[in-house]
């Protein structure tokens, strides 16, 4: 009897050590990965029926510009987070396009989410100092975007402009920040 309750006693204070250890508030790379091929594989090329859609966007890229280093302020991981969250608002409409597939859609959807809900933890640890100008390029970009697709009456031309520059903005990061993102087994 005393040996099981030791046995149970061990396993228990295992699993309390395993869980309580602290988890890296951080954006996880994987996800902005499999965020961007999604958001590429959903809808396929840009199609030439569009071409008169398109529009220039000035990408922000200073919102996501890195003082020194390889890594990213705090500041600059905010801008990736309220990257997400400008996403998330965006596809939050009933108004989606048809035309795409409708599983990945979903599926981007879902992860976009998830990686807001686990990312909340970086806001209190926000270096304010340089912040307001990298959230208002933010602003500015997904304001001109929400345009778009106010203007064009979110018809489906107007979604894959969206999505034009959206993979460009996860492009982006991926390639200048990916320094900044959490990367399991990264090889």
Same mark, same amino acid.
């Given at each position: 009897?005393?040996?099981?309750?030791?046995?149970?006693?061990?396993?228990?204070?295992?699993?309390?050590?395993?869980?309580?250890?602290?988890?890296?508030?951080?954006?996880?790379?994987?996800?902005?990965?499999?965020?961007?091929?999604?958001?590429?594989?959903?809808?396929? #090329?840009?199609?030439?029926?569009?071409?008169?859609?398109?529009?220039?966007?000035?990408?922000?890229?200073?919102?996501?510009?890195?003082?020194?280093?390889?890594?990213?302020?705090?500041?600059?991981?905010?801008?990736?987070?309220?990257?997400?969250?400008?996403?998330?608002?965006?596809?939050?409409?009933?108004?989606?396009?048809?035309?795409?597939?409708?599983?990945?859609?979903?599926?981007?959807?879902?992860?976009?989410?998830?990686?807001?809900?686990?990312?909340?933890?970086?806001?209190?640890?926000?270096?304010?100092?340089?912040?307001?100008?990298?959230?208002?390029?933010? %602003?500015?970009?997904?304001?001109?975007?929400?345009?778009?697709? %106010?203007?064009?009456?979110?018809?489906?031309?107007?979604?894959?402009?969206?999505? %034009?520059?959206?993979?460009?903005?996860?492009?982006?990061?991926?390639? #200048?920040?990916?320094?900044?993102?959490?990367?399991?087994?990264?090889?």
């Amino acid at each position: 009897m005393a040996i099981q309750i030791i046995t149970w006693m061990s396993a228990f204070l295992c699993l309390v050590q395993v869980f309580s250890m602290p988890m890296p508030c951080q954006l996880k790379g994987q996800l902005v990965r499999t965020t961007q091929n999604l958001l590429r594989d959903m809808g396929g #090329h840009f199609p030439m029926e569009c071409l008169q859609d398109n529009v220039f966007m000035e990408f922000p890229a200073t919102a996501f510009a890195t003082s020194g280093g390889p890594q990213l302020s705090s500041s600059g991981a905010k801008a990736i987070y309220e990257t997400l969250k400008n996403i998330d608002t965006l596809f939050g409409t009933d108004e989606l396009p048809t035309m795409w597939d409708q599983q990945k859609l979903e599926y981007f959807q879902n992860i976009v989410y998830r990686q807001i809900e686990e990312s909340k933890c970086m806001m209190s640890s926000v270096d304010t100092s340089d912040y307001p100008i990298r959230a208002e390029g933010l %602003k500015t970009y997904f304001g001109n975007i929400a345009a778009v697709l %106010k203007e064009k009456k979110f018809s489906y031309c107007a979604w894959e402009v969206v999505r %034009k520059e959206l993979l460009y903005t996860l492009e982006f990061i991926l390639k #200048h920040n990916s320094d900044s993102l959490l990367w399991s087994n990264r090889t």
